[in-house]
């Protein structure tokens, strides 16, 4: 079981993960997002890890608590399996979220993995997606994203508006998309984008800190504006669409995978989109086991009670939890304490 990790950021949210979790008294503030299963630093502490900020910790051995990344070092093959360490070390190459936003974020985008390696140093770029598990109903207009670029966008438009400051010619820019409970949306890298305030998803994606806004910097010397206007400009792909068009790009269907009399298991996001992560989701009425895939999981139950069980073992498990699976754990299956149990299982690269 994984300990709940708020992480602070520039924006304002979180009441809806409160109550997700069932918090007394939910609000918001500075903590919007909780990072789930992290073996991530934010941004700012990658070169400075005495924080450790942005990994998750874990229980073990009842209430006691360990950090995730050191319990995967102790027997990566275990964590993580024989194939995926064989591909990527002991690097669980996932990163997932709880995002919530009582307020619109800032236009960003984020890099593929060649331009976070020449610009940021990273191995890893940042696509992403999202599934919506919850909007706010207090809000006068219905939750949105900007995703996408509209047709006839060019960069030395875009450049032209940037270099202005101009934010809300830019966002025009961009597709507005109202969004609703159930919603899948993939975000590649390149891709222009903010969540709208109301919007309360989970976030899977590369395991990377990094983002590239739309507002120009003042600064003294002329070479380093230079290069954050190219860093800058250069990490969007000047892709338009007509709406239509970015909808089928963007917003994915879901499909059903497995179907048995005790429940089913639906593939959210997949290889068609992307080969860096995949994402399904497991609604169980009775009972129900999970094919295993020789990796690891990291499961978020967004709906219902019920049992996980392996072999013998029994984890009760309800709404709000969170869990690493390891990959040594090969026969599992779900049992609902009646009703619907709802689960999200975010898997590592190249799996689904």
């Not at 073990?60 to 990344?69: I, Q």
């Not at 009670?305 to 939890?321: M, N, P, V």
Request: include cysteine; glycine fraction near 10%; charge should be negative.
């Amino acid at each position: 079981m994984l300990v709940p990790n708020r992480i602070c950021r520039g924006y304002i949210g979180g009441r809806e993960i409160d109550k997700f979790r069932g918090v007394d008294f939910p609000k918001d503030d500075n903590s919007p997002e909780a990072w789930v299963g992290s073996t991530t630093y934010t941004y700012h502490h990658q070169s400075d890890h005495s924080s450790k900020l942005g990994l998750a910790e874990a229980y073990v051995e009842g209430a006691k608590k360990a950090y995730l990344k050191d319990i995967i070092e102790t027997d990566p093959a275990a964590y993580l399996g024989e194939r995926h360490l064989a591909k990527f070390g002991g690097n669980t190459a996932l990163l997932v979220k709880l995002l919530d936003a009582q307020q619109q974020l800032g236009l960003q985008t984020h890099p593929d993995r060649s331009f976070a390696k020449r610009y940021f140093n990273s191995d890893y770029g940042k696509v992403e997606s999202w599934y919506v598990i919850g909007t706010r109903k207090d809000q006068a207009e219905q939750p949105y994203v900007l995703l996408g670029f509209k047709e006839g966008i060019t960069r030395d438009i875009f450049e032209r508006l940037f270099l202005e400051d101009n934010i809300v010619e830019m966002e025009k820019w961009c597709h507005k998309i109202p969004v609703s409970e159930g919603d899948m949306y993939f975000v590649d890298a390149g891709t222009p984008h903010a969540v709208g305030p109301g919007c309360f998803v989970i976030e899977a994606q590369e395991p990377s800190d990094i983002t590239v806004g739309a507002r120009m910097g003042n600064f003294d010397n002329k070479a380093e504006r230079e290069l954050f206007i190219e860093r800058t400009m250069g990490c969007y792909h000047y892709i338009g669409r007509s709406y239509r068009d970015n909808l089928a790009a963007y917003k994915v269907e879901q499909k059903l995978l497995t179907k048995t009399n005790g429940g089913m298991e639906y593939l959210l996001l997949g290889s068609s989109h992307t080969s860096f992560f995949s994402i399904t989701r497991v609604d169980v009425m009775s009972n129900m086991t999970v094919p295993y895939r020789e990796t690891f999981s990291i499961l978020i139950v967004i709906g219902g009670k019920g049992k996980i069980i392996c072999d013998t073992q029994k984890l009760d498990i309800k709404q709000g939890d969170e869990l690493f699976l390891p990959a040594n754990v090969k026969n599992m299956s779900f049992e609902s304490n009646g009703g619907m149990l709802s689960c999200i299982m975010c898997y590592p690269p190249e799996v689904l």
